[in-house]
Structure formats: C-alpha cells, structure tokens
C-alpha cells in the first residue's frame, strides 16, 4: 500500500460551519504534512508533523487546527474560515531516514 | 535555509519538439530535489528525485532532469514533447532527516499540436 488517502474529495462550508479533513496512510511512515494551495499556486507548506508531534507550524491562523492523533491519521480541524481559504488542501507523508514523500489526491474546500 | 527557483512561469512547445524546464536551487548542504507534475484539478505525481546518487537521474514518461552541482539546477528535459504532458510542472527541495520540503513557482507547460 503506498497510497495516501484524503476524505473528503470535495467540501463546501459556510464560514459559521465547523469540518474536518482526513488524511490516512498505512506505510509507516511518521511526518506528515499539510499544505494548502490556492488555484496557479505552489502548494505552501501549513504543518508537518514527525512522530505525532507538530515540528513545524507555519504561522497558520488558528481557525486551522491540526491533529495527528496516531502514526497513521492526520486531521485538520477547521472552524470560522474565510472565503479566501478555498483551495485545494493536499496531505503527504514521509518514511523518516528518506526524502521521498507521497502526496494524497487533495481535498478541494470551498468556503462560502 | 533551501529553496528552490523555477526560471520560466510558462512555458510553451510543439507536439514532438524538445521539452526543457528549469530549476535552480539554493542549499548550504547536499539537498535531494524532485520534480512533481500537476494535471488540471488533480494531485501531485513524482517524475523523478534526485538523492546523491547517479547525477542523471531517469523519471517515468520519458523525463529526465541532472544534477549540476556546479551550476546550483536541477533541469527537467525531455525529448520530444506529448500532448498529454500539458500540466503544471513544481521542482521541489528537501534534505535528509529534514522534515521542511519546499517547492518552487511552478512552470505551466503548454503542448501546441
């Protein structure tokens, strides 16, 4: 299994409303990512967990909140967002002692 | 700190012409770089990755990028270009025991029949 899975594919949400998007994969390996990327934009870096700790966190707002509460699953909690954090919101997960990371397919947030 | 450069925001070709997109990189150490391609609407594929192994290094659908350490790139060719290969392209930098992965701009790559 070398795949990275993000539920859900597609989420619309009012700004009132409170969500969360999944991320699991089972390759054991402990970082895990999150990044937000707006449309003709580079993915940007939010979070990056390592051994189920945060070890980076980019100066998100705190209407985003992150959670990895086991070596497999990463969660991002959102709560009171804005208009403008619509984008595609892509996890990735890296096998530590390499470089190689695997990206999930996305999750495609609209906030309304 | 790392980084990477992207030279060309777009880039356009004729079907069957020469693909070439650059990628320039800043590192105070031996960095591992990768190219990853994004179609329209979808997630990121890995071409290919670079990790201080063979300085060539050969990616799936006939992309090739080298590692020139000399010159701080890490350029993305490929011999003759395909319809299908009309996606945006991210050169991205990372390190061994790094967790902080960076990527570039981004070049749009237009295939023209």
């Known amino acids: 299994d070398t795949e990275v899975t993000q539920t859900p594919k597609h989420l619309v949400m009012g700004m009132t409303n409170k969500k969360s998007l999944k991320c699991e994969q089972h390759?054991?390996?402990?970082?895990m990512y999150w990044y937000k990327q707006k449309a003709k934009k580079p993915p940007e870096l939010m979070f990056v967990?390592?051994?189920?700790?945060?070890?980076i966190n980019e100066s998100v707002p705190s209407r985003f909140s992150p959670e990895c509460p086991n070596s497999s699953l990463l969660n991002l909690h959102l709560h009171a967002l804005q208009p403008e954090d619509s984008a595609l919101y892509l996890c990735?997960?890296?096998?530590?002692?390499?470089?190689?990371?695997?990206f999930g397919q996305g999750t495609r947030l609209t906030v309304v | 700190a790392q980084s990477v450069t992207q030279l060309d925001s777009h880039v356009s070709v004729s079907e069957g012409t020469p693909v070439l997109l650059r990628c320039n990189y800043s590192?105070?150490?031996?960095?591992?770089l990768f190219w990853y391609v994004q179609h329209p609407n979808k997630g990121l594929q890995l071409l290919l990755k670079y990790t201080s192994a063979a300085t060539l290094v050969k990616g799936i659908n006939g992309f090739e990028a080298e590692f020139k350490k000399s010159e701080t790139s890490f350029h993305l060719t490929k011999p003759s270009a395909h319809m299908s290969d009309a996606a945006e392209y991210f050169c991205v930098v990372t390190k061994l025991n790094n967790n902080d992965m960076r990527f570039g701009a981004g070049t749009r790559l237009t295939v023209k029949p």
């Open positions: 390759m054991g390996h402990r970082a």
């Open positions: 590192s105070s150490y031996s960095p591992s």
């Open positions: 967990y390592s051994y189920e700790k945060l070890s």
């Open positions: 990735a997960s890296l096998r530590l002692g390499s470089t190689e990371a695997f």
